[in-house]
Each structure stands twice: as C-alpha cells, then as structure tokens.
C-alpha cells in the first residue's frame, strides 16, 4: 500500500491523475455541502412561512367561534375539526382564558405554556419555536361583540388565549442522501475523465522521453556530442518543452567542456607509468615507442622526438616515428628539425649529430607530410638551462584536438608523456655517467681506487692461468701538498690532471693505470718482468724530467714522484700482499729522498710483513683490552646550519695517540674481528648518547665484512634497546670496497635491518662501480656524495655536472643526500644551492670523543 502511494506520488502521471481527482473531489464535496446547507435552508424558511399561515388560519377559526358565543363542547369541536384537517403540521390547539374568565365559569388553568403567558401578559401574538416544533399564541382582546357576554369585561381587555403547537416537517435527511448519491456519481465520472487526461497526457510524454533515452543511450564518447541533438525531441506541452530548452543549453555548455573519460584513462596510465624500473631505463628505447603506439587511440601523434647534450656543444638528436615514413617526409622532417633548432637562441651555432630514426611499428607506411603538417602541429619542452643528466629538449608531433577543452588536456597530457620521456632519458644518461665515473675518476678520468682492485684480482686470477709475472707500482707525488696549499686546489686538480697525462703516454697500451686517491697513483702492468717494469718506472721519471706547468704567480713547476714496484708472484699472490709490499717499497722511495725507485729485496719482503704482523697484535689487543673508541663528527643541516646528525667513527687509543680507522681496518677485515671492534664501538659510543641525552640521527660507519655477520642487525637492536635508543635514530652506512664480494649476504642483512628499523646509507657513492647497483637493489634512505666530488665541484664543471646527475637521481628516488668533505663557506653554499639536504666536513666540525648535542633536537629527529 505505500509502494502504491508513493508511486502515485513520485511520478508524473500518478502526480496528475492524483491532483485532478484531488482538486475534483474537494471542488465537488464543497459544492454539495455548500448546496444542500443553503436548500434546507430555504426548505426550513419555506416551512416555518407555511406554519404561519395554517396557525393563523386555525386562529382566526377559533376566535371567530368564539365570537359567536359557542359552547365549551361546541369549541372542542372546532378545535379537533382543525387538528384533524391539518394532521401532518398541527401538533395541537389550545384556548387558555384568564383568571378572571376561569373564575367565572370554573376551569382556571393552574398552570399556562411560556407563550400563552407572554401572549396574555403583554396582549400581543407570540411566537415561541423548541426544537422541532414552533408555537403561536394569539390573544383575544375583549370587543362590542365579546361585551355583550362578558359583561364584566372591558373593552380591549384580554379574554384568553388561543395557542396552536406546529410540528416543523424536515426534508433534510432526504435531501443529502440525494446529494451524496450525486456527488458519487459525478466523481466517477471526474475519475474517468482523471484516467483518460492523465493516460493521454503520458503517452506524448512518454514519447518524447524515448526519444530522449535512445539519444542518451548512443551516446559513449565526447564525439558522440555532435550527433547528440535535443532540439528535436517535443514533450507537446509548451511549459516542458521551455524546461528542456534550458536542459539543451545545459547540454551545449557541457560539451564546450567536456573531456572524453577515454583521454582522462589514458593520462592516469601515463602518470602511472613514472613508476620507472631499471628495465625501463635500460631498454629506453623501446619504452617511448611503446608510448607513441599507446597515446595514438587518443591523439593522433606520428613522431616524437629526443634532443640531448652530449657534450659542451654538441647534442644527439632521435626521431621515433609510428610507423615507418617515406624518404621524402623523413628528409623534410630533419630539414624543418635543423631549422628550428637554429633558430631557438640556446642552440644557435651548436653542432647537432647525425639525426638517429626509431621506427615503434614496423607495419603500415606513414603518410606523406607537409611542412605545415611538421611545422604547426608541434608540442614542445624545452628546457632553457639543462639541469639533468643533459636533456634539453623533447616533442610530439600530432594532430590536436579543435575544441579548446580537449586541446588543453590533450597539451597536459603531452606535457605528462614529455616529461615521462625525458625522466627515462635522463635517468639512462645518469646510469651512464654512474657506470663510467663508478670505475672512473672524475678529475683525471684513470680508473679509481675501487676499479685498481677489481683490475688486480682479475689479473691475479689470469697471470695464474697463463702462469704469467706481472708488475704493480705505486706511485706518489713529491711535495704536493705544498703546491696545493700554495696555490690552491684548483691549480692542484691541474697538476693532477697533467701529470696523469704523463703517466698515460710513459705506458704500454694495456696497462691499466689508476688514480688511488689524492696524488697516490697505481699502474697494472701485465705480462711484465721486473726488468720492464723498472724500465716503465724509469720512462716515468724521464718524462717528468720535461714536464713543468705554469703556476697562478707566472712561474714554472716540475713534478717528481716516488714509485714502489711490486712483482707478482714473487712478491705476493694476492691483492693484499702485493699493494702492502708496493705501498711499502714507495714510502721506501720517498725516505730515500724522494723522486726515486724503489724495488724489494729479500730482508726488505721480511720486514714488510714484519710490520704487518706488528699491526695485526696492535689490533687484537686493542680489541682484547676495551681500547676501542667512538669518535663523532656532526652532520649539518645544508639550509639551516642545524646540527641534526653524528657520524660515528672507530679509532685506537694507544697511551697518548690516537690511530684512525684507515690505518687498521682493512686488516682487521682480514683477521675477521671486524665486526667484534664494530660492537664494542657500537656499545661505547650508545652509552655516551645515552649519558649526554642525544637526541638526533646516528650514523654508523661500518665495513661491510662486519654487516654480512649473521645476527649483527638484531645484537645492536639489543644494544640500543638496553640504552633506549630507538632503532629508527641508527642508519648503517655501507662502504663500497673490494672485500664485498656476495651481494646476496649484503641483502639479506639490509633487509634484515629494515625489519629492525633501522636506515641504510650508502658512503662515497659514485666513487664505486656499484653505486647504482645498490641504490636499485637496497632500499637506500640516504647517498653520501663522494667527497672528491664535492671538494672540486667549484673549479671543475664535470664534478658539478656529475654531482647534479646524483642529486636529481636522489630527488627522484627519494633518497636523501649528504656532502662529504665541506671544507669552506663557498662549498657550504654551493651544496645548499643544488638543494643537497645535509653536510659534513671540517668547515663544519672535524671528528672528536664528544658530540655537539643541540639544545633542542629537531622536532623530525626526536623519539
């Protein structure tokens, strides 16, 4: 029952037939109750006039009987003859006489009706009406006539009274049985004539909206607006169809805005697709064809294209086109591309290589274009000053949209795939950058330190197999520390520089020379004897003899070195030995008297590996005896200046020296105690944190020997459990160096780390050749930027440009990045500009026994 009401209410033919037959029953119910009101009316007025004229008639009947002097038994007479005559009206007659006549002839009434009394009292008629009846009482007043028999009477004295009772006779009950009878029937027939409006009334209704639901319902995509017209759908009433009209309008206006859900669809794959794998990098190419072939059901885009710098002033330049195009289009393309390029102000007079061509679909034949097909439908970005990696430029060649709404978000889409593009290129070229200065160094482009011992076990391994000799020198720069002090590290990088040119020609082709660090160099010389590997160290030294740079003050400085030799495997068959025994015979060189020499002989090869030993007690009894302690050096904020982090560092304290971890860690990796000096380090350095209410980031320095210790992650979580320490406060960092060799152990303790909440750092990053193998395999939280880098990054633009790539790189992965080795303000401010988030260096605080706690630690680093 209220599914049927509320259906005759909620729709449009229940709403009219309820109306109509509402509005037509209280329309009708009114009218009759109004009608039969006013007609009983009438027919009681009508009645009481009748009553009158009867009661009077009766009256005056009586009076005149009595007049003329009738008998009490002739007047009953009279009075029953009047009754009888009119039965259906008169209730009753009486005649009531005064006292005074009463008590002459003995029958005074006790007691008189309400009109009889009011008649006799004021001798005047009376008519009194009670419910359904009505009373006359009419007074007789004594005339000549009544004299003659009442002689005691006086004229106009009354006589009596003569009172006639009516019964009013009502039709009233009858009339509205009639009325009601009526009203039912006309509301049939208003109930009919309901049915017939409101079914008529819907069909042309339901017509129309038909017509409406078919157009509604062909219609799928923006273009199906064209074909979408409501000017022809007609309601057939003029008040709906104004009411559509303004629906049209609504329409119209939609599709001036409107954006097909199929583009919207595609930009939300496209932006999904920034998700960027090392598989997209890899295989970039490939990528943008699969995006030219996936954006043409939206925009119709037959070639995109990639312009990237290179070099200084050159730029590498691809066109990927959608399928493969005719000669004549392809050559009008690089014509029109050329142009362009030329007329751009940052281009003009660049040298642009040789145009490469992709094809993403091999099937088909592009149509032939025109210049203005190539000139006009041109989307766009270009990037004024390249900031990443080298990217310059990039566009789609399309056909856009005509309606300005599609146009602008088919452009946003373009912008998107762009900026997509250029991500994927630009993150290729930073692996490539990674991959070459990770086994390359920067400054003079020899190989480094990490390569050097890859290099020399490789060819450890191969001399074995060929049962070959081969030779290892070390050699170091005389007195340049004194040049760069003088005359400051950029002349110095220069020096570096010339001198590493000197080394490359005083070698055979295949020798594999390496810049160690700083101005310590080593050379690889495979398949060589001692006699050609002292000839190679000779040529050196001759060369030197003419080599002199121009110093900043006009004048001239020759360079001169101390070269240690090292034969294997006469002298050592491993990379260990031969570098300690190299390394010793060059500090052997320099105490010579430098610019020297320098080769074992037998007692020299004993007393090398005398000290070693030497080293390894000093070692085992500074574990054994709790000399093992933490050093901090703090970690700034680069845009506040704020100290929010300490790196942890291991030193040895012998009475009143202090040794630093360079000079004992390597062999404490080989005794396999690494790790043993890493957890009391560990437990020394939390108490201190714990005693000075240290607040902020720990970082842990720690050789990754010591990090492949099974268990290591969960005996320091309960270290710092024990002094409340919050795992989440301890980043481990992790040094590259040639002792990594199972990346599968290195994994399972990052992960394991993760799972204990601790951080993960990478140190000297791009100085190793797996850099970026650990940024794409670990989850790294923080990459320290090797310190070479940032030390030269203000006199050399492949430092900065190399530093740029890693920082961008960072940024994208969302890895946070410190600077090493902020030595002055001017580096300081430069790391904060390429927007590097932390520092460390001696311009902000070299290492010491205690930490700089702030007042109040950084809301961000607090437990």
């Given at each position: 029952?209220?599914?049927?009401?509320?259906r005759?209410?909620?729709?449009?033919?229940?709403?009219?037939?309820?109306?109509?037959?509402?509005v037509?029953a209280?329309v009708?119910?009114?009218?009759?109750l109004?009608?039969s009101?006013?007609?009983?009316?009438?027919?009681?007025?009508?009645?009481?006039?009748?009553?009158?004229?009867?009661?009077?008639?009766?009256?005056?009947t009586?009076?005149g009987a009595?007049?003329?002097?009738?008998?009490?038994?002739?007047?009953?007479?009279?009075?029953?003859?009047?009754?009888?005559?009119?039965?259906?009206?008169v209730?009753?007659?009486?005649?009531?006489?005064t006292?005074?006549?009463?008590?002459?002839?003995g029958?005074l009434q006790?007691?008189?009706?309400e009109?009889?009394?009011?008649?006799?009292?004021?001798?005047?008629?009376?008519?009194?009406?009670?419910?359904?009846?009505v009373?006359?009482a009419?007074p007789v007043?004594a005339?000549?006539?009544?004299?003659?028999?009442?002689?005691?009477?006086?004229?106009?004295?009354?006589?009596?009274?003569?009172?006639?009772t009516?019964?009013?006779?009502t039709?009233?009950?009858?009339?509205?049985?009639?009325y009601?009878?009526?009203?039912l029937?006309?509301?049939?027939?208003?109930?009919?004539?309901?049915?017939?409006?409101?079914?008529?009334?819907?069909?042309?209704?339901?017509r129309?909206?038909?017509?409406?639901?078919?157009?509604?319902?062909?219609?799928?995509?923006?273009?199906?607006?064209?074909?979408?017209?409501?000017?022809?759908?007609?309601f057939g009433?003029?008040e709906?169809n104004q009411?559509?009209?303004?629906?049209?309008?609504?329409?119209?206006?939609?599709?001036?805005?409107?954006?097909?859900?199929?583009v919207l669809e595609?930009?939300?794959?496209l932006?999904?697709?920034?998700?960027?794998?090392?598989?997209?990098?890899?295989?970039?190419?490939?990528?943008?064809?699969?995006?030219?072939?996936?954006?043409?059901?939206?925009?119709?885009?037959y070639a995109?294209?990639?312009?990237?710098?290179?070099?200084?002033?050159?730029?590498?330049?691809?066109?990927?086109?959608?399928?493969?195009?005719?000669?004549?289009?392809?050559?009008l393309?690089?014509?029109?591309?050329?142009?362009?390029?030329?007329?751009?102000p940052?281009?003009?007079?660049?040298?642009?290589?040789?145009?490469?061509h992709?094809i993403?679909?091999?099937?088909?034949?592009?149509?032939?274009?025109?210049?203005r097909?190539?000139?006009?439908?041109?989307?766009?970005?270009l990037?004024e000053?390249?900031?990443?990696?080298?990217?310059?430029?990039?566009?789609?060649?399309?056909?856009?949209?005509?309606?300005?709404?599609?146009?602008?978000?088919?452009?946003?889409?373009?912008?998107?795939?762009?900026?997509?593009?250029?991500?994927?290129?630009?993150?290729?070229?930073?692996?490539?950058?990674?991959?070459?200065?990770?086994?390359?160094?920067?400054?003079?482009?020899l190989?480094?330190?990490?390569?050097?011992?890859?290099?020399?076990?490789?060819?450890?391994?191969?001399?074995?197999?060929?049962?070959?000799?081969?030779a290892?020198?070390m050699?170091?720069?005389d007195?340049?520390?004194?040049?760069?002090?003088?005359?400051?590290?950029?002349?110095g990088?220069?020096?570096?520089q010339e001198f590493?040119?000197?080394?490359?020609?005083?070698?055979?082709?295949?020798?594999?020379?390496?810049?160690?660090?700083?101005?310590?160099?080593?050379?690889?010389?495979?398949?060589?004897?001692e006699?050609?590997?002292?000839?190679?160290?000779?040529?050196?030294?001759e060369?030197?003899?003419?080599?002199?740079i121009?110093?900043p003050?006009?004048?001239?400085?020759?360079?001169?070195?101390?070269?240690?030799?090292?034969?294997?495997?006469?002298h050592?068959?491993?990379?260990?030995?031969?570098?300690l025994?190299?390394?010793?015979?060059?500090?052997?060189?320099?105490?010579a008297?430098?610019?020297?020499?320098a080769?074992?002989?037998?007692?020299?090869?004993?007393?090398?590996?005398?000290?070693?030993?030497?080293?390894?007690?000093?070692?085992?009894?500074a574990?054994?005896?709790?000399?093992?302690?933490p050093?901090?050096?703090?970690?700034?904020?680069?845009?506040?200046?704020?100290?929010?982090?300490?790196?942890?560092?291991?030193?040895?304290q012998?009475?009143?020296?202090?040794?630093?971890?360079?000079?004992f860690?390597?062999?404490?990796?080989?005794?396999?105690?690494?790790?043993?000096?890493?957890?009391?380090?560990?437990?020394?350095?939390?108490?201190?944190i714990s005693?000075?209410?240290?607040?902020?980031?720990?970082?842990?320095?720690?050789?990754?020997?010591?990090?492949?210790?099974?268990?290591f992650?969960?005996?320091?979580?309960?270290?710092?459990g024990?002094?409340?320490i919050?795992?989440?406060?301890?980043?481990?960092e992790?040094?590259?160096?040639?002792?990594?060799r199972n990346?599968t152990?290195?994994?399972?303790?990052?992960?394991?780390?993760?799972?204990?909440?601790?951080?993960?750092?990478?140190?000297?990053?791009?100085?190793?050749?797996?850099?970026?193998?650990?940024i794409?395999?670990?989850?790294?939280d923080?990459?320290k930027?090797e310190?070479?880098?940032?030390r030269?990054?203000?006199?050399?633009?492949?430092?900065?440009?190399?530093?740029k790539?890693?920082?961008?790189?960072?940024?994208?992965?969302?890895?946070?990045?410190?600077?090493?080795?902020?030595?002055?303000?001017?580096?300081?401010k430069?790391?904060?500009?390429?927007?590097?988030?932390?520092?460390?260096?001696?311009?902000?605080?070299?290492?010491?026994?205690?930490?700089?706690?702030?007042?109040?630690?950084?809301?961000?680093?607090?437990i």
């Amino acid at each position: 029952m209220t599914s049927i009401v509320a259906r005759m209410l909620t729709t449009l033919r229940g709403f009219v037939f309820s109306a109509t037959v509402g509005v037509a029953a209280v329309v009708f119910l009114g009218a009759t109750l109004a009608s039969s009101l006013l007609y009983e009316k009438l027919l009681e007025e009508r009645n009481l006039e009748s009553s009158g004229e009867i009661a009077r008639q009766n009256i005056d009947t009586i009076v005149g009987a009595l007049r003329s002097g009738i008998s009490r038994q002739q007047l009953e007479e009279v009075i029953a003859a009047s009754t009888t005559t009119f039965s259906s009206t008169v209730d009753s007659i009486d005649v009531y006489r005064t006292q005074g006549v009463e008590a002459r002839y003995g029958r005074l009434q006790q007691e008189l009706p309400e009109h009889a009394r009011q008649a006799m009292a004021s001798g005047t008629p009376v008519t009194v009406r009670t419910g359904t009846h009505v009373a006359y009482a009419q007074p007789v007043l004594a005339d000549a006539e009544c004299l003659r028999c009442h002689t005691n009477a006086k004229a106009g004295e009354v006589l009596g009274v003569t009172a006639v009772t009516h019964k009013l006779q009502t039709v009233r009950s009858t009339v509205r049985i009639y009325y009601v009878a009526l009203f039912l029937a006309l509301a049939l027939v208003v109930l009919l004539a309901a049915l017939a409006l409101t079914s008529f009334a819907a069909r042309r209704l339901k017509r129309s909206m038909d017509l409406f639901r078919g157009k509604v319902e062909s219609f799928s995509t923006i273009k199906d607006f064209d074909r979408f017209d409501m000017h022809k759908v007609d309601f057939g009433f003029e008040e709906f169809n104004q009411a559509f009209d303004n629906v049209t309008l609504l329409v119209d206006k939609i599709k001036r805005v409107a954006v097909d859900k199929g583009v919207l669809e595609f930009e939300i794959r496209l932006l999904e697709k920034f998700i960027i794998t090392s598989n997209v990098v890899r295989d970039w190419r490939e990528f943008i064809k699969n995006l030219l072939l996936e954006i043409n059901p939206i925009i119709d885009a037959y070639a995109l294209v990639t312009i990237f710098r290179v070099e200084e002033e050159a730029y590498e330049c691809e066109v990927f086109w959608r399928n493969p195009p005719q000669e004549k289009t392809k050559r009008l393309f690089e014509k029109i591309l050329r142009r362009q390029l030329d007329d751009t102000p940052f281009f003009h007079g660049a040298r642009l290589l040789p145009i490469a061509h992709n094809i993403a679909d091999e099937t088909g034949l592009l149509p032939e274009l025109s210049p203005r097909d190539i000139e006009v439908q041109t989307k766009t970005l270009l990037l004024e000053t390249p900031k990443i990696g080298g990217i310059v430029g990039i566009g789609v060649q399309s056909m856009m949209a005509e309606d300005n709404i599609r146009n602008m978000v088919i452009g946003s889409i373009l912008t998107t795939l762009l900026n997509l593009v250029g991500s994927v290129k630009a993150i290729y070229k930073y692996t490539k950058d990674l991959e070459h200065y990770a086994t390359r160094d920067p400054l003079t482009d020899l190989y480094n330190q990490r390569m050097f011992w890859e290099l020399l076990g490789y060819e450890i391994g191969r001399s074995k197999r060929h049962s070959q000799t081969f030779a290892v020198m070390m050699l170091d720069l005389d007195n340049f520390k004194t040049i760069n002090d003088r005359f400051g590290h950029h002349f110095g990088d220069s020096f570096l520089q010339e001198f590493a040119k000197v080394l490359h020609e005083s070698v055979r082709n295949g020798d594999m020379i390496a810049r160690y660090g700083g101005d310590e160099f080593c050379i690889i010389l495979p398949e060589a004897s001692e006699t050609q590997a002292h000839m190679v160290a000779q040529r050196i030294a001759e060369s030197l003899d003419h080599f002199w740079i121009d110093t900043p003050d006009g004048n001239r400085i020759k360079a001169t070195t101390s070269i240690g030799i090292a034969m294997s495997p006469t002298h050592g068959d491993n990379p260990k030995d031969l570098f300690l025994v190299a390394d010793n015979m060059m500090y052997k060189a320099k105490a010579a008297g430098k610019n020297a020499i320098a080769m074992p002989s037998e007692d020299e090869m004993a007393e090398v590996f005398r000290k070693a030993g030497e080293k390894a007690i000093m070692i085992q009894a500074a574990l054994d005896q709790q000399r093992i302690v933490p050093y901090f050096q703090p970690i700034c904020n680069a845009h506040t200046g704020e100290i929010v982090i300490h790196e942890l560092l291991m030193r040895i304290q012998l009475d009143d020296e202090v040794v630093t971890a360079n000079d004992f860690i390597e062999e404490a990796e080989n005794m396999g105690i690494a790790h043993k000096m890493d957890y009391q380090l560990i437990e020394k350095a939390f108490a201190e944190i714990s005693k000075q209410d240290y607040k902020g980031m720990l970082f842990v320095n720690l050789s990754p020997k010591a990090l492949i210790v099974g268990e290591f992650a969960s005996h320091v979580s309960r270290i710092a459990g024990e002094y409340g320490i919050a795992p989440s406060r301890i980043v481990f960092e992790i040094t590259e160096r040639e002792t990594v060799r199972n990346l599968t152990l290195l994994e399972k303790f990052v992960l394991d780390a993760k799972v204990q909440g601790f951080s993960f750092a990478v140190d000297d990053f791009g100085s190793g050749y797996s850099s970026f193998q650990y940024i794409k395999c670990f989850p790294v939280d923080y990459i320290k930027i090797e310190g070479e880098f940032i030390r030269n990054m203000l006199h050399d633009d492949t430092y900065l440009a190399f530093i740029k790539s890693i920082v961008t790189l960072a940024k994208e992965l969302k890895i946070k990045t410190v600077a090493e080795f902020v030595e002055d303000a001017d580096i300081l401010k430069a790391v904060s500009a390429l927007g590097i988030d932390y520092a460390q260096g001696y311009h902000i605080s070299r290492p010491s026994a205690t930490m700089h706690v702030p007042q109040e630690a950084p809301r961000q680093l607090a437990i």
